[in-house]
């Protein structure tokens, strides 16, 4: 719900005590130590009311999880980021703890592929970030694993080609992956794979009247930079960069995915 006033304020508390009547009409009592409020506002002067239940004020948090992303009261995804960087930091740690023994790179990718990478991807096209800094954090923890395997293979750890080592084992960096998931959630958005009418009408779809070199999506002003790299602007952004010899809207799949990673 939106909060603008005191008054929408007042609002969603009788929405709360209404609830809380019916629940326990229900014999579904809410538990009030277990439920706290977060309020989603980048003002520098939101609306914060103390909402509760049955005369207790809910605990008010600054970030919550949900499927597995954090989600932040000031709508920043540098505590997900953080999050997500530890945990694979700490996947990495314990692979390269077990694996002493190993003279096999390729075995190393697999288990990295398997237990480090889908903390860095899992649901980016939500929170890929576009500040240098944060997808700099993402990207040492896979250079850490390339100097690694540069170390396996008789380089000095601050002398590894990471680059080299990179294109000699295929993988690409995080931030290329993130945009090919971007591309392909808008595939799946416009060619109704995803059921989503409520992302579908944020899509500006452009109409065509030249060359197949014209833009597919209409270019959209943006009130700020947090604002022209939210994930609905950006896929469109990345859309529009599509190359002219692939249409989005009657491509197969596997041919926009095998053209955007030799990009």
Request: charged share 20%; net charge positive.
């Amino acid at each position: 719900m939106k909060i603008c006033t005191a008054e929408d304020a007042v609002l969603l508390q009788n929405d709360l005590t209404q609830v809380d009547v019916w629940s326990q009409a229900n014999s579904m009592t809410v538990n009030f130590n277990k439920s706290s409020c977060i309020t989603f506002n980048r003002n520098k002067s939101p609306v914060l009311h103390t909402y509760s239940i049955r005369g207790h004020a809910l605990h008010r948090s600054l970030s919550v999880k949900d499927l597995g992303v954090t989600l932040s009261s000031n709508l920043s995804w540098e505590l997900h980021i953080r999050n997500i960087c530890n945990m694979a930091a700490r996947n990495l740690g314990l692979i390269l703890r077990l694996t002493k023994p190993f003279n096999d790179i390729h075995s190393l990718k697999i288990l990295y592929y398997a237990h480090v990478r889908p903390h860095l991807e899992y649901c980016s096209v939500v929170w890929s970030p576009h500040q240098h800094y944060l997808v700099d954090d993402i990207e040492k923890i896979q250079r850490r694993f390339l100097r690694l395997v540069g170390v396996l293979v008789d380089y000095r750890y601050t002398e590894v080609p990471i680059q080299d080592i990179a294109t000699f084992l295929n993988i690409p960096s995080l931030s290329s992956r993130h945009c090919i998931q971007d591309v392909m959630f808008l595939y799946r958005l416009i060619n109704a794979e995803l059921d989503c009418p409520d992302l579908l009408e944020k899509i500006n779809f452009k109409a065509s009247f030249g060359t197949r070199a014209m833009n597919s999506f209409t270019k959209v002003a943006a009130s700020s930079s947090y604002a022209a790299n939210g994930p609905m602007l950006r896929i469109q952004r990345l859309g529009n960069n599509i190359p002219s010899t692939l249409d989005i809207f009657i491509a197969s799949k596997s041919a926009i995915k095998s053209q955007l990673a030799s990009l």
